[in-house]
């Protein structure tokens, strides 16, 4: 089949998912530029074409699409809690920045969504299920999803993601596998609280690959993408073997009320979930424990690996509006 790919602009290409994005698409010599407002970066240094633009900048993004034959769309106010810092901000970001592309792009469109939107569910949660988004993040996405439904998109819910991107991105240390990882080497134990719930888990380099792999197939829709579904008891099982550390066990409940897990088949089936290689939860947790035992990476005391209290300082500083 004739390669449709032209050039690529990847919006929010700065972030932590951007990072993988971005090596797996010039490993596959793609022409692609990054548009970044660099809301958790003072620089960018990786080494690709590079545009600093805000998604609310319509009448910058409306001379850019043009020359572009696909976008993929990763920039949004990521979290449950990062979305109530300003919930007007996030509805601008997540929502009526991705109503505006969808009413002004007609080329090809790659949408991360989250598995989020099925908030408490019984069973495993197919495309097809009933929704019951828990949060203003879960809402926004899930409204956004509506507003492509009729375009040239595939729409990606995506599981817990964890991992490390890439050599230059931000990591986050606010996901379930990496704060665990971090929290039982640095704590040397870890507190579960009851455990029972499920979260489906993908490691961030094989999202990058999905959707790279994905840019030029004739599949349009709402495809899970997750690579494990797992209860927190058994990750901390798992963290705990790697890691050494002990788990107390407590039946107080855990603020977050969600529980749900996916199923995968459809987007195995169409060939969406097509992966040569699975980085496991053991890789994933293995690389953020390496970054920490090797002093590279402080743990714990900073900010900027947590979205909620990045952005909360910024807006008290004044550095964002």
Same mark, same amino acid.
């Given at each position: 089949?004739e390669?449709?790919?032209?050039?690529?602009?990847?919006v929010?290409?700065?972030? %932590?998912?951007?990072?993988? #994005?971005?090596?797996?698409?010039?490993?596959?010599?793609?022409? /692609?530029v990054? %548009?970044?407002?660099?809301?958790?970066e003072?620089?960018?240094?990786?080494?690709?074409?590079?545009?600093?633009?805000?998604?609310?900048? !319509?009448?910058?993004?409306?001379?850019?699409?043009?020359?572009?034959?696909?976008?993929?769309?990763?920039?949004?106010?990521?979290?449950?809690?990062?979305? @109530?810092?300003?919930?007007e901000?996030?509805?601008?970001v997540?929502?009526?920045?991705?109503?505006?592309?969808?009413?002004?792009?007609?080329?090809?469109i790659?949408?991360?969504?989250?598995?989020?939107v099925?908030g408490?569910?019984?069973?495993?949660a197919?495309?097809s299920?009933?929704?019951k988004?828990?949060?203003?993040?879960?809402?926004?996405?899930?409204?956004a999803?509506?507003?492509?439904?009729?375009?040239?998109?595939?729409?990606?819910?995506?599981?817990?993601?964890?991992?490390?991107?890439?050599?230059?991105?931000?990591?986050?240390?606010?996901?379930?596998?990496?704060y665990?990882?971090?929290?039982?080497?640095?704590?040397? *134990?870890?507190?579960?609280?009851?455990g029972?719930?499920?979260?489906?888990?993908?490691? #961030?380099k094989?999202?990058? @690959?999905?959707i790279v792999?994905?840019?030029?197939?004739?599949?349009n829709?709402i495809?899970?993408?997750? !690579?494990?579904?797992?209860?927190?008891?058994?990750?901390?099982?798992i963290?705990?073997?790697?890691?050494?550390c002990?788990i =107390?066990?407590?039946s107080r409940?855990? =603020?977050?009320?969600?529980?749900?897990?996916v199923?995968t088949?459809?987007?195995?089936?169409?060939?969406?979930?097509e992966?040569?290689?699975?980085?496991?939860?053991?890789?994933?947790?293995?690389? #953020?424990?390496s970054?920490?035992?090797?002093?590279?990476? *402080?743990?714990?005391q900073?900010?900027?690996?947590?979205? =909620?209290?990045?952005?909360a300082?910024?807006?008290?500083?004044?550095? /964002?509006?």
């Amino acid at each position: 089949m004739e390669n449709k790919v032209k050039k690529v602009l990847v919006v929010g290409g700065a972030g %932590y998912i951007g990072g993988g #994005v971005t090596t797996a698409l010039a490993r596959k010599e793609i022409p /692609f530029v990054v %548009y970044d407002n660099l809301l958790y970066e003072h620089q960018y240094l990786k080494p690709v074409d590079f545009i600093y633009g805000d998604v609310r900048d !319509t009448e910058k993004l409306s001379k850019l699409l043009p020359e572009f034959s696909h976008v993929i769309w990763l920039a949004a106010i990521v979290g449950d809690a990062a979305c @109530q810092v300003k919930p007007e901000l996030t509805v601008s970001v997540n929502q009526d920045s991705t109503r505006w592309l969808a009413d002004n792009y007609d080329g090809r469109i790659i949408f991360l969504s989250t598995c989020s939107v099925y908030g408490q569910h019984d069973g495993i949660a197919d495309e097809s299920s009933p929704v019951k988004p828990l949060s203003l993040y879960a809402q926004t996405k899930l409204a956004a999803e509506k507003f492509l439904q009729n375009k040239n998109s595939l729409i990606l819910r995506l599981g817990t993601v964890f991992g490390i991107s890439d050599n230059h991105s931000r990591l986050r240390m606010d996901l379930v596998v990496n704060y665990m990882t971090g929290t039982a080497l640095t704590e040397k *134990k870890l507190t579960v609280y009851g455990g029972e719930q499920w979260r489906p888990l993908v490691h #961030v380099k094989d999202i990058a @690959q999905i959707i790279v792999d994905n840019l030029d197939k004739d599949l349009n829709g709402i495809y899970n993408v997750a !690579t494990i579904n797992i209860q927190i008891k058994d990750l901390a099982k798992i963290i705990s073997g790697l890691t050494g550390c002990e788990i =107390e066990w407590t039946s107080r409940e855990f =603020e977050d009320p969600r529980n749900y897990r996916v199923s995968t088949e459809k987007a195995e089936k169409d060939g969406i979930l097509e992966l040569s290689v699975i980085h496991d939860i053991e890789t994933g947790s293995n690389e #953020v424990a390496s970054l920490i035992k090797s002093g590279r990476m *402080k743990f714990g005391q900073s900010d900027i690996y947590f979205n =909620e209290r990045h952005i909360a300082n910024l807006f008290k500083n004044g550095e /964002f509006k």
